[in-house]
């Protein structure tokens, strides 16, 4: 595979990894060897394919990364946003972002800048959410801080209310639906009159709206909108889309020089809009990754149309570097078939996507006829692992609902196995809770529960097919992705288990389709 490094970078001494300097495993051997040292220390580790592009000196323009799950697309953010802080000149601002979607994740990219540059060493970098830029640059233009409605359970409960008023009958959807066009629609276009509503085209959406139609949805989006302003609350979209405009009537460049961005996929246009704004157009501005197999919110976006080009700058990574070949194919076999769009009007692929290494345990499927003896082979199997010599904070177990993850949270302290909740501060040890949690993270053992007919997909987040046909297909797809994204979190050891029925994506993997 190439040649040995002059110092053996997976050795003990950590202080090697203050420089970004790439491991060349010769065979596979010496890759396993790597792949059982710390898995904080393996994050920042680089390859050549992947070095190629994280120091290339100049990107004449906005450039993306793409390629499955475990190809290093994160290390890659990581080391572009230290390699571009190592060139800047001296200062005492932060004039490079380094950004993602959820707080989970940028707290990882965090600690993992951290380990690569030292104590200190990312201090050039801001890190953190969209969502928090969006905040500190209302608060700033606004002078107070921004009340934000965070609950998705009351913002759905208000557009239930809104679909039951006159403008929701006259325009005859349900509360979800009007919630989909107001976000995949009017803000996700920016859309500011009714006018602009009744011209705009509404590609992705399966159900056609009459003229009549969409001039009933605008007076039924107006009441949401107004309801919020008179709770003096916004929504993170809006947010975004406010902080949006503060920063393009303000001069260019006050804000950052470069914008890093992990899971790119999972952005809604108005934070496109919002880190489009957030730098200068020029070289190195905009540096993305992502891959739409791992896409777990319902936005469509097209790179192009928000002002980021990115033609003739994209590079695509093929390689897994995190899981077994074994656990891979299981997890590509989910999304076999099915098509993936690239984030700017052309479709995504997983051809030539492979592992690199081969595992001595294929995954391992299991069902159950009731809820508690899934919990108690989930107990069974964790234990197993620990005491196998698997460190049981890098052990996790994921759920689609959060209901299921407390149970199995319990289920585990109850049998005196460490763990952590990952909604909460706490001790180390197995990491539990929700899919949407796992995103980003990575584990040498790792079990996937309740993927039940009951729970995979979640009613709930499906659109009913007589509302919308193309956002029903499009909802399937996402619940799809985060079973896909769940799974592709193993390195070692995956674990599938559900209760009654299993879930219809995994029907035919499991000899009941």
């Not at 804000?255 to 880190?275: C, F, K, N, S, T």
Request: net charge neutral; with cysteine.
């Amino acid at each position: 595979m190439g040649g040995r490094p002059a110092e053996p970078i997976l050795g003990e001494d950590a202080a090697l990894l203050a420089s970004p300097t790439v491991y060349f495993p010769r065979d596979q051997g010496e890759l396993l060897e790597a792949l059982r040292r710390p898995l904080e220390l393996w994050r920042i580790f680089l390859h050549p394919s992947q070095r190629r592009i994280a120091y290339r000196p100049v990107f004449n323009g906005p450039a993306r990364v793409t390629g499955g799950a475990g190809t290093g697309k994160t290390v890659v953010a990581v080391h572009r946003a230290h390699y571009l802080a190592g060139r800047l000149p001296a200062g005492p601002d932060c004039p490079i972002l380094l950004t993602t979607f959820g707080r989970t994740l940028a707290d990882n990219l965090a600690a993992n800048l951290e380990s690569l540059a030292g104590p200190g060493g990312g201090t050039r970098v801001d890190v953190g959410t969209v969502d928090a830029l969006a905040h500190r640059v209302v608060q700033q233009a606004e002078g107070r801080d921004p009340g934000i409605l965070t609950d998705n359970a009351a913002i759905n409960r208000w557009w239930h209310d809104v679909a039951s008023g006159p403008s929701g009958w006259a325009a005859r959807l349900s509360g979800a639906a009007l919630r989909q066009e107001w976000e995949q629609v009017i803000l996700a276009q920016n859309l500011r009159s009714e006018a602009a509503y009744l011209a705009a085209v509404r590609s992705g959406r399966g159900r056609r709206l009459t003229r009549p139609q969409r001039a009933a949805v605008w007076p039924a989006v107006e009441d949401f909108v107004g309801r919020l302003r008179t709770a003096g609350l916004r929504t993170f979209h809006q947010l975004a889309e406010d902080a949006a405009g503060y920063l393009q009537g303000a001069p260019a460049g006050d804000l950052y020089a470069h914008v890093i961005v992990d899971e790119a996929q999972d952005l809604h246009p108005a934070q496109w809009r919002l880190l489009r704004a957030a730098v200068p157009p020029g070289p190195n501005d905009l540096f993305l990754v992502g891959d739409a197999h791992q896409r777990i919110y319902d936005h469509r976006v097209s790179l192009s149309r928000l002002g980021i080009d990115i033609r003739g700058r994209s590079s695509r990574l093929t390689l897994n570097y995190r899981t077994t070949e074994e656990i891979l194919w299981w997890c590509v076999g989910l999304l076999r078939g099915v098509a993936i769009d690239d984030l700017d009007a052309g479709t995504d692929t997983l051809a030539g996507y492979r592992s690199a290494y081969r595992g001595s345990v294929p995954p391992r499927l299991a069902g159950h006829p009731t809820r508690d003896a899934e919990l108690a082979d989930l107990v069974r199997v964790v234990s197993g692992w620990i005491q196998s010599g698997t460190d049981p904070a890098t052990i996790g177990v994921a759920t689609r609902l959060r209901r299921t993850a407390q149970a199995a949270l319990a289920a585990l302290r109850d049998a005196g196995i460490p763990v952590h909740d990952l909604e909460r501060s706490g001790p180390a040890g197995v990491e539990v809770g929700t899919i949407h949690r796992m995103k980003g993270l990575e584990f040498v053992a790792f079990a996937v529960v309740d993927v039940s007919a009951a729970a995979v997909p979640a009613r709930w987040a499906v659109t009913l097919e007589a509302d919308d046909p193309k956002a029903h297909e499009l909802d399937l797809l996402r619940e799809r992705c985060l079973l896909y994204v769940a799974c592709t979190r193993a390195r070692e050891y995956l674990n599938v288990s559900w209760s009654g029925r299993p879930s219809p994506f995994i029907a035919h993997l499991t000899g009941h389709g």
